[in-house]
């Protein structure tokens, strides 16, 4: 075991994979010369050169597309976007053109691409580079989207994600680019549609992806200090959605606590509590909860921002109401 | 509109109830309160109270019907309503074991529609409903869970899925059950507190309890019951000329399921032990004395008993699949004879209480019992049980235990016999008690220990006196 930084994590696999697939490129802003707006892609320009790591202008509808365009003929693209914010110029390109080909070609072509790069808000960003846009994707039939909490997942996801010959949709977080966590040595992969317990739990299981898998975890541990014993439960891909994990863990304890940083309408957190209902209906003690940020545009000021978002306090309340304690 | 109204759930453990005297007539007005039923349950025969003011269109059950709980029994609406429709609902959702007359088909036939099919157990009871008898099924005021909000005994029960699926599982009626979620909602806490709890006592029935059963002993004293004397009057028991069978009552039928599950599930080993009761002996005669009370020796082993559970608090307990659950009060279920069977009334918080207090409650719970007025509520919740046969002149014998409770004090007479004092053969008075246990909570030292204690106590009587 080796201890890395998620982007670290990001990059290894990126590299790895690449290494074994010449037909593997990174294109994106910035991803050469300045080695990634997080330094995700540090050092990767010298190693595999301009050819296989190529800086893009500001044109992200350009890039996804050219990107799609190339695994059409049989290339695997990564396409890094900034951030996931920016992905909304080519969201065309991701949902029309991305997910579709595949069904409308009628199997003919593969569209074998990742797109990735930062998803969430961080910190005063402003509104419109404060989002968490996992629903928008997990939305459409065609494309998998995978939020990872932890480097070792992300590691492992993503070359699983570069292997698919699906077009994916990888969401990391720039705050959590700097995160440390443990990764085994050597070659592993982690399938995608397989979820994680992060921490066992008998009273009530709390799930949470990508960076909300900290706030759960920090929940689970202040609740384990007045007794209550809380499952996390990291899904580690959205879609697909690893249904008989979440059901067998609600089975278990009876009780869900979903943690979203995304707003609640029609997020992701809807249809995970629409599929325990279904179910798990006669193991529910209560009805599933949510937490959500708060269903507005990020504010600009530090103390109202972080107001609106999802944190351990207001998780533990909504731990305890489903337990009937609160 | 008119409305069916359903046999209700008067006791935690009631699963039919036997219709026994309608007091209301068809056509008869009723008012909120009025008694328009006497209803047997497996413990008491209660009065079943109207809800709502309306009037008694029609009653769907004859007298001595036995009803499953929910099932339909009378149609309640405004004068001169058609009753048809309900009528046949009533016919679609009779219970399992359809109402039958009591008392081996004898009594008069039911009406044509109490004879309907059967079919699924009545669903949930439409809104408007006549109220079960007072704190039916409220939880044990002695307990301090939380208050319930909402207790619904009948019509539409609120609760988690989970909740339901548990108390399927765990055989726990769900509407006995009080919810403390969200505007009452049952929630699995409450089904596994409701399955924990000390279920309505009935029974610990002494093994060698006599009983010379039969229709003619109706006359028959309580021989259990402190304080009379009565010789029993085996003579009054006429042989029948022929084999006859004695229909079962439904608390014949609770007691038997009851002890024949404690009998067979609880691991029981028992402990005997002889009291010197000179000293208890002289104490309760000089209390009488001075106090002109009516002390009896069941009294003073009540009050030994308590004390003696305080000091061994290990054994105030219940097992429970969750774990032992050992009580923070003392409540001791009183074994009382009735003409019909035995009850338990439970004396609470004994050890609180002088032996005056005690005296007068055993007294007025074991008249009560004999007159079938207990309550519910005045039958469940015991930690311990007691049963005396001392006056029976019954010199000792070993009681089933009184579920879900882990043990059993059984009193024998206390006798004259020679024992030896100083050295010198002299006239003393022993007493047998014998402690019957539930090995899974209480192993033989512990049990061993508490009687010791009791016994101890009982031998210098003053104790008894703080």
């Given at each position: 075991m080796r201890t890395v930084q998620f982007r670290e994590a990001v990059r290894e696999a990126m590299s790895e994979e690449m290494e074994r697939d010449e037909s593997i490129f990174l294109m994106g802003e910035e991803v050469g010369f300045y080695n990634g707006a997080y330094k995700v892609s540090q050092g990767m320009l010298e190693k595999f050169g301009e050819r296989r790591v190529i800086d893009s202008p500001i044109t992200e509808c350009g890039f996804a597309g050219l990107g799609i365009g190339a695994a059409m003929v049989g290339l695997r693209p990564i396409i890094e976007f900034m951030t996931w914010n920016f992905s909304m110029v080519a969201y065309d390109q991701l949902i029309n053109h991305a997910a579709k080909t595949f069904q409308m070609s009628g199997g003919q072509i593969n569209v074998p691409i990742v797109f990735r790069g930062p998803n969430g808000p961080a910190n005063q960003l402003g509104a419109q580079h404060s989002q968490a846009t996992e629903s928008l994707f997990t939305h459409v039939p065609g494309l998998k989207v995978i939020a990872p909490g932890t480097p070792k997942d992300a590691k492992g996801l993503l070359k699983s994600a570069i292997r698919d010959n699906n077009p994916i949709c990888f969401m990391e977080s720039e705050v959590m680019y700097g995160d440390t966590g443990e990764i085994p040595d050597g070659e592993y992969t982690i399938p995608i549609g397989v979820g994680d317990i992060k921490r066992e739990g008998s009273d009530c299981t709390i799930i949470a992806w990508s960076k909300m898998v900290k706030v759960a975890l920090q929940t689970a541990e202040a609740l384990a200090a007045e007794g209550i014993e809380a499952e996390v439960l990291d899904p580690r891909t959205l879609r697909p959605l690893d249904e008989d994990l979440i059901v067998q863990s609600v089975k278990k304890t009876g009780r869900c606590v979903i943690i979203e940083e995304a707003w609640p309408f029609n997020g992701v957190g809807s249809e995970i509590a629409y599929r325990i209902q279904s179910r798990c209906f006669d193991d529910l003690d209560h009805p599933v909860e949510r937490l959500n940020s708060l269903d507005v545009p990020a504010p600009y000021h530090r103390q109202i921002e972080m107001s609106i978002r999802p944190n351990a306090e207001k998780a533990a309340k909504l731990v305890k109401k489903v337990l009937y304690l609160e | 509109?008119?409305?069916?109204?359903?046999?209700?759930?008067?006791?935690?453990?009631?699963?039919?109830?036997?219709?026994?005297?309608?007091?209301?007539?068809?056509?008869?007005?009723?008012?909120?309160?009025?008694?328009?039923?006497?209803?047997?349950?497996?413990?008491?025969?209660?009065?079943?109270?109207?809800?709502?003011?309306?009037?008694?269109?029609?009653?769907?059950?004859?007298?001595?019907?036995?009803?499953?709980?929910?099932?339909?029994?009378?149609?309640?609406?405004?004068?001169?309503?058609?009753?048809?429709?309900?009528?046949?609902?009533?016919?679609?959702?009779?219970?399992?074991?359809?109402?039958?007359?009591?008392?081996?088909?004898?009594?008069?036939?039911?009406?044509?529609?109490?004879?309907?099919?059967?079919?699924?157990?009545?669903?949930?009871?439409?809104?408007?409903?006549?109220?079960?008898?007072?704190?039916?099924?409220?939880?044990?005021?002695?307990?301090?869970?939380?208050?319930?909000?909402?207790?619904?005994?009948?019509?539409?029960?609120?609760?988690?899925?989970?909740?339901?699926?548990?108390?399927?599982?765990?055989?726990?009626?769900?509407?006995?059950?009080?919810?403390?979620?969200?505007?009452?909602?049952?929630?699995?806490?409450?089904?596994?507190?409701?399955?924990?709890?000390?279920?309505?006592?009935?029974?610990?029935?002494?093994?060698?309890?006599?009983?010379?059963?039969?229709?003619?002993?109706?006359?028959?004293?309580?021989?259990?019951?402190?304080?009379?004397?009565?010789?029993?009057?085996?003579?009054?028991?006429?042989?029948?000329s022929e084999d006859t069978v004695i229909p079962l009552t439904l608390m014949r039928k609770t007691i038997a399921r009851r002890l024949l599950e404690s009998k067979t599930q609880i691991p029981h080993f028992y402990l005997t032990a002889d009291v010197d009761m000179d000293a208890a002996m002289g104490f309760r005669q000089q209390v009488s004395e001075v106090h002109g009370a009516k002390l009896s020796v069941n009294d003073l082993i009540l009050k030994a008993v308590a004390l003696g559970l305080k000091r061994n608090p290990e054994c105030n307990a219940s097992w429970t699949d969750e774990g032992i659950v050992r009580y923070a009060r003392i409540d001791i279920s009183m074994a009382v004879a009735i003409d019909e069977g035995l009850l338990t009334p439970v004396l609470r918080n004994v050890d609180k209480k002088t032996l005056g207090q005690i005296a007068e409650e055993a007294r007025a719970l074991a008249t009560k019992a004999r007159d079938r007025k207990l309550r519910p509520e005045e039958m469940t919740g015991g930690t311990f049980s007691v049963s005396n046969l001392g006056m029976m002149g019954i010199r000792d014998f070993s009681a089933i235990i009184n579920p879900p409770e882990s043990a059993i004090l059984a009193v024998g007479t206390v006798r004259k016999e020679p024992v030896v004092k100083d050295d010198k053969i002299v006239i003393g008075q022993r007493m047998a008690l014998t402690l019957s246990c539930d090995h899974r909570v209480i192993d033989g030292a512990l049990g061993a220990k508490l009687l010791q204690t009791i016994v101890g106590i009982l031998e210098r009587p003053m104790t008894l006196a703080f």
């Open positions: - | 509109m008119a409305q069916l109204v359903d046999m209700p759930k008067l006791s935690d453990t009631m699963k039919e109830g036997v219709l026994r005297k309608w007091t209301k007539q068809e056509g008869d007005s009723i008012e909120p309160g009025d008694v328009i039923a006497e209803v047997e349950t497996d413990k008491a025969t209660m009065d079943f109270e109207a809800f709502d003011s309306g009037v008694l269109l029609k009653r769907l059950v004859a007298d001595g019907a036995t009803v499953p709980v929910g099932a339909p029994i009378a149609i309640f609406g405004e004068a001169g309503e058609d009753t048809s429709a309900l009528e046949a609902e009533a016919q679609g959702r009779k219970g399992g074991a359809a109402a039958k007359p009591a008392g081996n088909g004898a009594s008069k036939a039911p009406p044509a529609s109490a004879q309907a099919p059967t079919a699924a157990p009545a669903p949930a009871a439409p809104a408007v409903q006549p109220k079960p008898a007072p704190a039916a099924t409220a939880p044990r005021a002695s307990e301090a869970a939380p208050a319930p909000k909402a207790a619904p005994t009948q019509g539409r029960v609120l609760a988690s899925p989970l909740a339901r699926r548990l108390a399927d599982e765990l055989g726990v009626d769900i509407r006995a059950v009080s919810g403390t979620g969200p505007g009452g909602r049952v929630v699995e806490r409450d089904v596994r507190a409701a399955a924990a709890a000390p279920a309505p006592a009935a029974a610990p029935a002494p093994a060698a309890a006599p009983a010379p059963s039969g229709p003619a002993d109706a006359n028959l004293p309580n021989p259990l019951v402190p304080e009379r004397r009565t010789a029993p009057r085996p003579e009054a028991a006429v042989a029948p």
